[in-house]
């Protein structure tokens, strides 16, 4: 593996290759039903973290903020939340409450659960929607532990045992819709949009979470709304414990202990079946398969004939991306599944980053490359960009594979950007990616090959106009 020793003048991280962590638990309440996020901090943490979202999704997006100020850093957040708290109630009438602390809040040490159950016992005996917290320290993790840690603190709250009776009767009703949790990971609303009908065509009931396909990518407003419509819904979160199975995507989550679905088969027997994101065709056959195992039926045809498709093209294709080096970069799992796709159609990932730093991603990639290390293929983790453009400049990439904040590598290298991901500022598209499934992989396909073949042109002197 390759690894730049940190000098002692290496101090700080130097444009990070990772978000803040409360990003990615905001992220997953903004695909919950009726829910708002706030973050339990200072203001310049909730404008950051909007403008970074807004800049991704082209969407309105609302966090509220307990707005820490000088008085509250020394004396405690207790009364900003609970006045945060009191106006989000009044002015959203949210269905749940996501609560996200900055690393203000969490350095100064604040005890929010205390904050909440003081909260509710002030308001004892009034409706009070599902106030949810997770702690989120940002020099502890990244976006993506935000976000898992976000999707287990939600089920954790919601769901109840009466999933587990309900589960009992519904095995005994012959006729039942087999009903799954899908826990999909940080996916583009268009990858969600795609698994959703990937389940429904399986004729399975489902719940997504979280599901932002709709909150964070529709249709245009006439009117402001406060809450978008769309998202998981609190209810369905509360049945995920009566469900037939979970699936949670993520070869590097699995490799955790605390997830969201360990969680439900701890608590509830709900069987987790932990498989990496299907981006490729062996993450995708896998995906199918599992779904043919809970469901007992088939592939329906348009998948089959999508994957027949892919292969053929991936056939008419393979003279342009052979041998072709790419360097990928972004959240650990994201890189994850492009390594095995790129493993696929014969690129070689010459460099695979993450700002990730859970331990998990050098051993993952073994799984899919074992002789990686023989294919001179070097693997950072907790990298930050100046990290991977000098390990770039060694091994010199034909592409970038990533997020927009690659770009400026990119250009330097003189090599395009194939933008995945988050965040993608600098294009329109980046809730319409689609990554995932037969579909996802086509396209990614597509855009590499032409991608090659378009640098090739643009290099050549005389130009090429059949290649
Ligand atoms: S201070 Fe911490 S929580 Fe706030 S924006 Fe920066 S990393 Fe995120």
Redesign the pocket.
């Known amino acids: 593996m390759f690894s730049e020793e940190k000098t002692e003048e290496y101090t700080a991280t130097k444009n990070a290759c990772k978000l803040?962590?409360?990003?990615g638990a905001s992220l997953v309440f903004k695909g919950i039903q009726g829910a708002v996020p706030l973050l339990h901090?200072?203001q310049?943490?909730s404008t950051?973290?909007r403008r970074y979202l807004i800049s991704h999704f082209k969407e309105p997006i609302d966090i509220a903020c307990s707005n820490f100020a000088e008085d509250t850093a020394i004396f405690g957040g207790g009364a900003n939340l609970r006045i945060a708290l009191e106006n989000i109630l009044l002015q959203y009438a949210p269905e749940m409450v996501g609560i996200a602390t900055?690393?203000?809040s969490e350095t100064i040490g604040d005890d929010v659960p205390m904050f909440i159950r003081e909260f509710k016992e002030m308001h004892r005996g009034e409706e009070m929607p599902p106030l949810v917290h997770i702690s989120?320290p940002?020099?502890q993790g990244t976006h993506m532990q935000g976000f898992h840690g976000a999707v287990r603190a939600t089920v954790e709250a919601l769901a109840t045992d009466q999933g587990a009776d309900d589960r009992k009767a519904n095995d005994q009703k012959a006729n039942e819709k087999t009903r799954v949790n899908l826990f999909p990971g940080m996916l583009s609303p268009e990858d969600l949009r795609h698994l959703r009908e990937i389940l429904t065509d399986f004729g399975l009931g489902f719940t997504l979470l979280p599901d932002y396909s709709e909150t964070l990518d529709g249709p245009l407003w006439t009117e402001y709304q406060r809450i978008p419509a769309g998202g998981t819904t609190v209810d369905a979160i509360g049945r995920t414990g009566s469900a037939a199975g979970s699936l949670e995507f993520g070869r590097v989550l699995a490799a955790e202990k605390n997830t969201a679905g360990k969680f439900l088969e701890k608590e509830f027997g709900v069987k987790c079946h932990s498989l990496g994101l299907p981006i490729g065709i062996g993450e995708t056959d896998r995906f199918f398969k599992t779904l043919e195992f809970i469901t007992g039926m088939p592939t329906p045809p348009r998948y089959a004939e999508a994957r027949g498709r892919l292969t053929d093209a991936l056939v008419d294709g393979h003279k342009y991306v052979s041998r072709v080096k790419a360097a990928v970069f972004g959240e650990e799992d994201l890189v994850v599944g492009i390594v095995s796709f790129l493993s696929e159609i014969g690129v070689i990932p010459v460099l695979c980053a993450s700002g990730g730093r859970s331990g998990h991603m050098v051993g993952k990639i073994a799984e899919i490359i074992p002789d990686y290390e023989n294919k001179g293929i070097r693997i950072l983790e907790d990298a930050d960009f100046v990290d991977i453009e000098a390990a770039a400049e060694e091994v010199k990439p034909d592409l970038f594979i990533g997020n927009s904040k690659g770009y400026t590598s990119a250009r330097r290298l003189n090599a395009p950007l194939i933008r995945i991901g988050f965040p993608v500022h600098d294009r329109i598209n980046g809730g319409r990616l689609l990554h995932v499934g037969y579909a996802g992989a086509q396209r990614l396909f597509d855009r590499i090959a032409n991608t090659v073949i378009g640098k090739r042109q643009d290099d050549s002197s005389w130009g090429y106009t059949y290649m």
Do not use: D
């Open positions: 803040c962590t409360p990003l901090g200072s310049g943490c950051y973290i900055t690393c203000l989120t940002s020099y």
